[in-house]
T-cell receptor, first 115, second 115 residues
Framework: AAGVIQSPRHLIKEKRETATLKCYPI?????VYWYQQGPGQDPQFLIS???????DKGSIPDRFSAQQFSDYHSELNMSSLELGDSALYFC??????????????FGPGTRLTVT | AQSVTQPDIHITVSEGASLELRCNYS??????LFWYVQSPGQGLQLLLK??????LVQGIKGFEAEFKRSQSSFNLRKPSVHWSDAAEYFC?????????????FGTGTRLQVTL
């Protein structure tokens, strides 16, 4: 079965640079979520999109922005990178069903290292 | 705000022994509850979920979990652990916002399996 695709899988950037992470949801999934997992930490919700509109926002820094495109893929843009942004970034997708969307399926993650 | 507590940071069991991982949640309404498993450097795989109905849910890889409303718990169990079950296990609560449901994760329990 098709899964969530994230690219790139690994990314190394220097401080103050920008990075763009991409997420391709499972086909027919209409909702995308972004999570950040620091070393030894649990995943923290950043932001979500439903039908290309932002649906919820978590602890996402102002330096980060995201959007969902017409083909439902999503991009997380990160500017003025800091050492503390080094983490594993997960994208998850779900499909809204009657009564709400529930099950989130996670991609393999993008490991961002800021030096 | 919702929260999830996994009291055991690290658990070691022998292969073939039974397993129970504890999860307690705090949430004002009936939650959506999930267990995810993460191998080192890998993504999060959904093991099982609880939305409503039967409080004992079956998942993949022989795992099951029981929802106990009176104890605000959703403990994960497996009758006989295999060495390949060694991983990090995360309990999560889903909070439905109307268009999407973000997940709040516990801090995880690292399972080590001895042969």
């Amino acid at each position: 079965a098709a899964g969530v695709i994230q690219s790139p899988r690994h990314l190394i950037k220097e401080k103050r640079e920008t990075a763009t992470l991409k997420c391709y949801p499972i086909p027919r999934h209409d909702t995308v979520y972004w999570y950040q997992q620091g070393p030894g930490q649990d995943p923290q919700f950043l932001i979500s999109f439903y039908e290309k509109m932002q649906s919820d926002k978590g602890s996402i820094p102002d330096r980060f922005s995201a959007q969902q495109f017409s083909d439902y893929h999503s991009e997380l843009n990160m500017s003025s990178l800091e050492l503390g942004d080094s983490a594993l970034y997960f994208c998850a997708s779900s499909r809204r069903v009657a009564g709400g969307s529930y099950e989130q399926y996670f991609g393999p993650g993008t490991r961002l290292t800021v030096t | 705000a919702q929260s999830v507590t996994q009291p055991d940071i690290h658990i070691t069991v022998s292969e073939g022994a039974s397993l129970e991982l504890r999860c307690n949640y705090s949430y004002g309404a009936t939650p959506y509850l999930f267990w995810y498993v993460q191998s080192p450097g890998q993504g999060l795989q959904l093991l099982l979920k609880y939305f409503s109905g039967d409080t004992l849910v079956q998942g993949i890889k022989g795992f099951e979990a029981e929802f106990k409303r009176s104890q605000s718990s959703f403990n994960l169990r497996k009758p006989s652990v295999h060495w390949s079950d060694a991983a990090e296990y995360f309990c999560a609560v889903g909070f439905y916002t109307g268009t999407a449901s973000k997940l709040t994760f516990g801090t995880g329990t690292r399972l080590q399996v001895t042969l």
